[in-house]
């Protein structure tokens, strides 16, 4: 059977060759299920993710690529126990959703987009406009009004449009698509190929690990594109007889705004209806994702978890890593944090191959970092 769009929710699927953004009925997309690759099919002569291109759905003759993928795994010591760090953000635009960005958009140029609309407040604008940029494909991206000029500024500097809409991040949201009968949305939260590209985290620590799953993963979640992405990947690596069981995959989530975890924890499949607070977390502060139902079953499915966090808990997390060389955004400063409280719990074993994925730099987050240290810039 080819590869199509899939809507999870009604089962229906949609041809490849007709570029889509969501189902008949406006739901987000995913790819069937791909049978995966071996060993032996890695392109050992590119130093990229697109080394794992034969897993892609599409055949991509000029990908988008800016060297994105093939981070360090560094070993450190987190709350008194061994970890591997996954640094995420040694990538182009200093966080992990470049992998998104270089498989999402080569797929999308090469089923003929030349322009792009993406809604935004930070990492996922960036990089869609620095690949877009790369790709000669204009991209318009819509953020919210108080989104940090730092953000912006990066997202312009790649010569993007950039809109700035009144209101919370949804109000953004909600204008995007909107706008999408106008020009093409390639939402990060709504584009299949994206996860595509977050996938390519699972294939990369099968091989940094000497073709073997890790026994946890603890990813900072927002939307869920991680959860997900590692999920689709150590998925297909099973199917193709590469690994033998699931690594469990645990989510960590503000408990200011913490819907997927907080539905994990209380054993819901909808939103809870929690009001949302400001967090330090902010790149995971998305009160409704998209995809919380697919999140939920891969958790379960992998027999992983979530932990809500503390706002206290995830700064002193970020300055701990510090502390031991590892510079990053308070949002995935959270990984720590909830491994921290899992070893406590018993839930992990600290004898156990365990991972934190570290999404985006420090240098993303200056003046929030600044406020933890107590300086005034």
């Not at 953000?151 to 009144?166: D, N, Y």
């Not at 809870?272 to 502060?285: C, L, M, N, S």
Request: aromatic share 6%; proline share 7%.
């Amino acid at each position: 059977m080819h590869p199509a769009y899939l809507d999870p929710h009604s089962g229906e699927t949609f041809p490849l060759d007709i570029p889509r953004w969501c189902g008949n009925a406006q739901a987000p997309l995913l790819i069937t299920p791909l049978p995966g690759i071996t060993r032996d099919q890695i392109d050992r002569t590119t130093r990229s993710l697109w080394r794992y291109r034969a897993s892609f759905p599409l055949p991509v003759t000029d990908p988008i690529t800016l060297g994105e993928g093939c981070t360090p795994l560094a070993p450190r010591r987190i709350h008194g126990s061994d970890v591997l760090i996954k640094c995420e953000w040694f990538m182009p635009t200093g966080s992990f959703k470049d992998r998104g960005a270089s498989v999402m958009l080569s797929m999308l140029r090469q089923q003929g987009i030349t322009a792009v609309l993406e809604d935004s407040s930070g990492n996922g604008g960036a990089a869609v406009a620095c690949y877009a940029a790369a790709g000669g494909m204009e991209a318009t991206i819509m953020a919210p009004s108080a989104t940090s000029p730092a953000k912006t500024v990066q997202m312009r500097a790649h010569g993007a449009s950039v809109e700035l809409i009144p209101g919370n991040r949804q109000a953004t949201s909600d204008a995007a698509v909107a706008r999408a009968s106008q020009t093409f949305y390639a939402s990060h939260n709504w584009q299949p190929f994206f996860l595509q590209g977050t996938k390519t985290l699972a294939y990369e620590l099968w091989e940094d690990l000497g073709f073997r799953a890790p026994d946890n993963i603890i990813v900072p979640c927002g939307a869920g594109s991680n959860v997900l992405g590692c999920e689709i990947g150590f998925a297909e690596l099973l199917r193709a007889g590469e690994i033998t069981r699931m690594p469990r995959i645990f989510a960590a989530q503000p408990a200011h705004c913490g819907p997927i975890a907080e539905a994990f924890l209380t054993g819901l499949d909808r939103i809870p209806d929690t009001e949302t607070k400001p967090t330090i977390a902010e790149g995971t502060a998305i009160a409704k994702p998209l995809r919380l139902r697919e999140c939920l079953a891969a958790l379960r499915a992998t027999e992983g978890g979530a932990v809500l966090l503390s706002e206290a808990e995830i700064a002193a997390a970020t300055l701990d890593l510090a502390r031991v060389g590892i510079y990053v955004e308070p949002t995935c400063a959270q990984a720590a944090a909830a491994y921290a409280r899992l070893l406590d719990a018993g839930t992990i074993i600290a004898d156990q191959t365990t991972v934190l994925v570290m999404t985006g730099t420090g240098l993303k987050a200056t003046p929030r970092i600044a406020e933890l240290l107590g300086i005034t810039l």
